[in-house]
Every structure is written in C-alpha cells, then in structure tokens.
C-alpha cells in the first residue's frame, strides 16, 4: 500500500544549488500536483499535470519546473535554490473521476541555507 | 484577494463543544468542495467532500452555501483527537485539475 511516496523527507541546500524532490505515485492517478506549505500561508499550488505529457502552472510556480514523462512519477525542479524556497513540499495525486479527491505524501522538508 | 480563505483561528474550545469554521471562495464558477484534516508535521488527509445538499458523517456536518459562496464544517461533541489543522479546498471551474486550498484553521481542544 505504498501510495503517494516522496523522497526525500529532509533537505538542506545551500542557496544557488540545484536538487530535484521525487514524487511516486502506485495507483494509476491520472492527476499529480506539487504544493508548498510554509507557516501561516496553508498549501499553496505550484504546479500541477492532468496526465503523462502534460503540466500546467499554479499559484507560485515561479523557481520551479516539472515534468510528467510517465503516469507515476511528477518530479519537481529547483532551478537554481534560494532562502525563500525553504518550505515543506507536498505532492499528491488523484483520480480525474471522483471529484478529485487529493492522496498526499508524506512531505519532503525543505531548507535554503 | 485569495481565491480560498478560511478563519485562521486557532480555536481553543473545551471537549464536548461544538465549533463551526467557515470557508469563502471567490469563484461562483467553482466546482467542487472538500475539508480536509491535518495533523501537527503530517499530510493532510481527507475528511469529507461537501455536497449541495449538505453532508453528515458522524460528529460532523459539512454544508455548501452557493448563494454565498462559502462551505462550512460543523464539529459536534468535539474530542481530544480533534485537535488538528482543518483547510479547506475548492476544484477551480477552469481546471477540474486544479484544486486550492484555503490557510487552514487551528483547532486545539482542551481537557
């Protein structure tokens, strides 16, 4: 029952690194998406995909790319990392039927030194 | 202002109250609605999906306002194991894909 898994659970970066937070999901999930949560500010949406091939930006997309190469895996870009991208990130997927349920992992956690 | 926003709280209320949050969204177009819990440095997980009709699992009530454009969870007889942060989310109309979620509010429930 591995579910939505994301490695890795902790991170430290230093400012201008590049690193890539995995996403995996086992249960033929049409939809992923990446959100950030920082204190105060709830899940906020950076980006998302409707399907392999297929991404689209959300709320704070900015210093990040994804891509979506096959059904299960949605990885997520830190271009180039600064302070302000330390954060706790969540990814999550659903079902395209069923109102778009959300199944989170556990959450990688993020800091920019 | 936010698409999503909910009453930051906290909420501290004694075991055995009952507590109502509130949550706005500023697209009549929206589509679909839902609370979810989460738990101190957890994921979040699912609590309910609100329907138009208004929902009820167990202790809690969940209601879907369209005129006003707000969802509301009702807790009743509340218990320790309440204690969590409770966000909302709203299924954007442009993008069935595209769920936001509101800031959450804190509810801690005291002995």
Same mark, same amino acid.
């Given at each position: 029952?591995?579910?939505v898994?994301?490695t ?8 201008g690194?590049?690193?890539t937070?995995?996403c ?6 049409e ?7 920082d204190?105060g ?7 998302y ?36 991208q ?7 997927s659903?079902?395209?039927?069923g ?15 | ?11 501290n209320?004694p075991?055995?109250?009952t507590?109502?949050?509130?949550c ?8 679909s ?6 738990d101190?440095?957890?994921?979040p997980?699912?609590? $309910?999906?609100?329907?138009? !009709?208004?929902?009820e699992? #167990?202790?809690? =009530?969940?209601q879907?306002? /369209?005129?006003?454009q707000?969802?509301?969870?009702l ?8 204690s ?5 989310a709203v299924? $954007?109309?442009?993008s069935? !894909?595209?769920?936001?979620? #509101?800031?959450? =509010?804190?509810?801690s429930i /005291?002995?």
């Open positions: 029952n591995a579910g898994t994301q890795p659970k902790f991170q430290v970066l230093k400012t690194q590049s690193m937070l995995q995996a999901q086992d249960m033929n999930h939809y992923m998406s990446w959100y950030r949560q204190p500010m709830g899940l906020r949406l950076i980006h995909s409707v399907g392999a091939g297929i991404t689209d930006q959300g709320e704070v997309p900015n210093g990040y790319n994804v891509s979506r190469s096959t059904t299960e895996d949605f990885p997520l870009r830190l271009l180039s990392a600064a302070p302000s330390t954060s706790v990130y969540f990814c999550a659903s079902l395209a039927e109102g778009n349920i959300q199944y989170f992992g556990a959450g990688t956690r993020l800091s920019v030194l | 202002r936010k698409e999503v926003e909910q009453d930051p709280g906290p909420f209320v075991e055995g109250a507590v109502a949050f509130n706005t969204y500023s697209n009549s177009a929206s589509q609605f839902f609370w979810y819990r989460q101190c440095r957890k994921e997980k699912l609590l $309910m999906s609100v329907y138009s !009709s208004g929902n699992d #167990g202790r809690f =009530t969940a879907l306002n /369209r005129a006003s707000y969802i509301s969870l807790i009743r007889d509340s218990k320790l194991s309440d969590a942060t409770y966000l909302c299924t $954007m109309y442009s069935a !894909s595209k769920i936001i979620f #509101g800031s959450g =509010t804190r509810l /005291r002995p």
